[in-house]
């Protein structure tokens, strides 16, 4: 499974794009931020260095957002994110100031 966050609104930016690994054994993290260490960098002033996190599992083939206690906070759909968050295709996740959309591409079966 692969997850797409496109900057919403602005089609000529390109997506950030994650590879999930498909091992049930496996729980997939994708740490968001400004810091080197994150999976998708988001180099924005307002953006906390380890803002969220997006746990995806591939069993239920379920996804959920957590925020880090950033001062700018994380929101779906513009609600706020307390606790675990469920996310879903064409969800809008809003990190501090920047807005992306998700997309949740399934691998075709044969």
Known sequence: MKLAFSPAGDGKKQ?????????PRVESEILIGRAA?????IPQRFV???HCG?????????????DFGSANGTFVNDQPVEGLCDVV????LTIGPV????QIVRPTAY
């Not at 295709?89 to 809008?92: A, E, L, M, P, S």
């Open 15 to 23: 997506p950030y794009v994650v590879d999930v690994p498909d091992n």
């Open 37 to 41: 260490n994150c999976d998708i960098q």
């Open 48 to 50: 906390s260095r380890r």
């Open 54 to 66: 997006i746990r995806v599992d591939t069993t239920t083939r379920s996804i959920q957002v957590h």
């Open 89 to 92: 295709d064409g969800d809008t």
């Open 99 to 102: 807005s992306l959309t998700v």
